[in-house]
C-alpha cells in the first residue's frame, strides 16, 4: 500500500499570503496518478487538481500543483478567506488498495 | 450538468441491513467508474471500491472486501453500497464519485450520506 504523508498538519496564515502544502508518498507515484482536494466544513470534497498540475475546471489559477515521484506540492500564491478548508492529496497506483489519500493539511486563515 | 445525488442520511442498529444510493444524471452513466469512499474522523478519507457502471466490474479494496458489496443499476442510472450486518464501526460519512479516464481522479462527487450505526 502506498501511503501519503501530508505536512503540515495545520497551516494558519494572513489573507494573501502564499500556502505550500506537502505531499509525501512512501514509493514513487505516477504523476498521472496524482491528485488534490479541497473540502470545506459540511461539504463534500471538490477536485483541485489532478495529473499532479493540472488545474480542474473552474478552479482560479491562485492554486497550482507541482512535484514528481515521491514528493509532491499544492501551492496556493494569495489567500483569500474562503479558502479556509482542508486539503487531501489522493494517489492511483496499481497496488492494493488502488487509491489511497493523505491525512489532509487544514488551512486556517487568520 | 454533472450531478451525483446520494441518498439521505440512515441511522440503524448493529446486525441491520443497509443499501445507500448514488444517482448519476448529466452525463452517460455507462461509460464511466463511481467510487464509494468513508469518511471518518479517525482514518479520514479512505477508498472503499469501484464499479464500471457499464458492466458491472467491481474492485474492492482489501480493507472492504468482504464487508460490503457494491452494484449499480444501469437503467435507472444508480449505484448502491450495502451491508448485510452493520456494525457501530460503520458510522461514518460515504461518499460517491465519478471517476474520470486517463488520469483516474474523482471529477465529480456526492453530496454524502451519513450513516449511523448504534449498538
Known amino acids: 500500500e502506498i501511503v501519503l504523508t501530508q505536512s503540515p498538519g495545520t497551516l494558519s496564515l494572513s489573507p494573501g499570503e502564499r500556502a505550500t502544502l506537502s505531499c509525501r508518498a512512501s514509493q514513487s507515484v505516477s504523476s498521472n496518478y496524482l491528485a488534490w482536494y479541497q473540502q470545506k466544513p459540511g461539504q463534500a470534497p471538490r477536485l483541485l487538481i489532478y495529473g499532479a498540475s493540472s488545474r480542474a475546471t473552474g478552479i482560479p489559477d491562485r492554486f497550482s500543483g507541482s512535484g514528481s515521484g515521491t514528493d509532491f506540492t499544492l501551492t496556493i500564491s494569495r489567500l483569500e478567506p474562503e479558502d479556509i478548508a482542508v486539503y487531501y492529496c489522493q494517489q492511483y497506483g496499481d497496488s492494493h488498495p488502488e487509491y489511497t489519500f493523505g491525512q489532509g493539511t487544514k488551512l486556517e486563515i487568520k | 450538468e454533472v450531478q451525483l445525488v446520494q441518498s439521505g442520511a440512515e441511522v440503524k442498529k448493529s446486525g441491520e441491513s443497509l443499501k445507500i444510493s448514488c444517482k448519476g444524471s448529466?452525463?452517460?452513466?455507462?461509460?464511466?467508474?463511481i467510487g464509494w469512499m468513508r469518511q471518518t474522523p479517525g482514518k479520514g478519507l479512505e477508498w472503499m471500491g469501484i464499479i464500471y457502471a457499464g458492466d458491472s466490474d467491481v474492485r474492492y479494496s482489501p480493507s472492504f472486501q468482504g464487508q460490503v458489496t457494491i452494484s449499480a443499476d444501469k437503467s435507472i442510472s444508480t449505484a448502491y453500497l450495502q451491508w448485510s450486518s452493520l456494525t457501530a464501526s460503520d458510522t461514518a460519512m460515504y461518499y460517491c464519485a465519478r471517476r474520470r479516464g486517463p488520469t483516474r481522479e474523482f471529477d465529480y462527487w456526492g453530496q454524502g450520506t451519513l450513516v449511523t450505526v448504534s449498538s
Open positions: 448529466g452525463y452517460s452513466f455507462t461509460t464511466y467508474w
